[in-house]
């Protein structure tokens, strides 16, 4: 393997990959470069690889001359320029819309939410794939595979469906029934394994190293699937008319769409298509798997790993790759990190669902209970603009509220006992 010293135009030109603007994948730690390939560790230090780009001219007009989809951000994605001719799902461009009843009951006065239920299967996960996708076709595999906690389990299979791809997919068995059928129903493998997330990924780890075509979205091309992410970032900016929110909230399970969301917002600023400025970027967990959470109240820069024990499944990731960087991404722009017991995660999917109309599933529900947490905690300022990042839809997570909401009565069908019932309300 040929080791590139920067990004320079030899590398870019004898690159055999055509992925936009994507150069060579660098080492978060130490900065080392490697050729553009399916890597995801730096040979020298171990280290997460990660995209590095040459970026062409990217401006607001070009960027909305394109499609009502995260391709219209295809000069800042490792992914080819006709990356639209191929088949995909075409996430993104979800809705962005004002929260004035959930402001006002947080207590907060400029609130906005970003709404990725939207996506082809109902989560911010489509994001991430697509990419994944684009770019493991570039770089020659034939086969899209995961360990997921879910939401990654149902878009790679209908991704992988709509492309006319194998799928490979290992879930823990004990996910929710939802997340399962919405997967199986796209005929891929699914293999439900006895074990946690945690088990799952590492068995995936194995079998990539053993099928040389098998693209495991998350793990040995991750850092393309990881730079999805930033479009969440992108959007928020270019819907709020080309600026940066004051504040973001982002629900944390490995931690790569918090850093990826600060990542877009720092390369819009670069570009110059946004003001570079100032903003806090605030991490959400569930208590009963809050690895960051707890790293960032002791002050620490490490991560301990833990026993995933909460109804937020698809946050259940207790040794999550990207917690040190969210744990930088936080502390640099002021933010901070929360988490809520599960009683308040059902909470907070209610409390969105009446003032909203939005019904998230349990990782929304993390977001707005952290959220009211930390603004009780005097960490967010109830001044500031706020964008809450709501990433999968309540249809997939039912079991949480279920026994929790019911009809008000259920009545004979006769018009007195409907009176009856609606003067008892
Ligand atoms: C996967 C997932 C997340 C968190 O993603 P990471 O990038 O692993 O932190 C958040 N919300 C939902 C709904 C998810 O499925
Ligand atoms: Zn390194």
């Known amino acids: 393997m040929s080791l590139l010293a920067d990004v320079s135009a030899s590398a870019a030109t004898s690159t055999p990959f055509d992925l936009g603007p994507a150069r060579a994948l660098s080492c978060r730690e130490c900065g080392h470069q490697v050729p553009l390939a399916a890597e995801f560790a730096c040979p020298q230090c171990f280290g997460p690889l990660e995209v590095a780009y040459d970026f062409g001219d990217v401006t607001r007009a070009s960027i909305e001359a394109g499609p009502r989809s995260i391709w219209r951000y295809r000069g800042l994605l490792p992914v080819p320029s006709d990356v639209r001719s191929h088949p995909n799902t075409e996430p993104g461009m979800t809705r962005l819309i004002r929260a004035d009843r959930l402001g006002a009951a947080l207590g907060l006065r400029n609130l906005w939410i970003k709404d990725d239920t939207g996506n082809p299967t109902h989560s911010f996960k489509d994001r991430v794939v697509a990419v994944a996708l684009a770019a493991a076709r570039q770089l020659g595999f034939t086969v899209l595979c995961c360990p997921s906690t879910g939401n990654l389990a149902n878009a790679v299979a209908a991704a992988a469906a709509r492309a006319g791809w194998d799928s490979v997919v290992l879930i823990p068995k004990s996910l929710e029934q939802a997340k399962v059928l919405t997967t199986a129903v796209y005929d891929g493998t699914l293999l ?101 959470a707890k790293a960032y109240d002791e002050g620490h820069d490490w991560i301990q790993p833990v026993r995933p024990d909460t109804i937020a499944r698809s946050l259940a990731i207790g040794n999550p790759a990207d917690g040190p960087y969210v744990l930088d991404a936080v502390r640099r722009t002021g933010g901070a990190i929360g988490h809520v017991s599960d009683a308040e995660v059902v909470d907070g999917i209610r409390l969105l669902a009446r003032t909203e109309g939005v019904f998230a599933e349990t990782a929304g529900g993390v977001t707005v209970a952290t959220t009211k947490k930390l603004i009780e905690a005097g960490k967010i300022d109830p001044d500031a603009e706020t964008v809450l990042l709501i990433t999968g839809d309540g249809l997939k997570t039912l079991d949480a509220v279920a026994g929790q909401v019911g009809p008000t009565a259920t009545v004979p069908s006769t018009s007195a006992a409907v009176r009856e019932a609606l003067a008892n309300r």
């Open 192 to 292: 439900a394994v006895d074990g946690n997330y945690d088990d799952v990924n590492r068995l995936a780890t194995e079998l990539a190293a053993e099928h040389e075509d098998w693209a495991f979205v998350n793990v040995n091309v991750r850092p393309y699937y990881a730079e999805g992410s930033k479009t969440l970032g992108y959007e928020v900016a270019e819907q709020l008319g080309w600026r940066l929110p004051e504040q973001i909230v982002v629900p944390v399970a490995s931690g790569s769409q918090l850093t990826k969301v600060d990542k877009g917002f720092q390369e819009f600023g670069r570009l110059g298509l946004v003001e570079p400025t100032p903003y806090a970027v605030f991490g959400a967990q569930a208590t009963g798997c809050s690895p960051v």
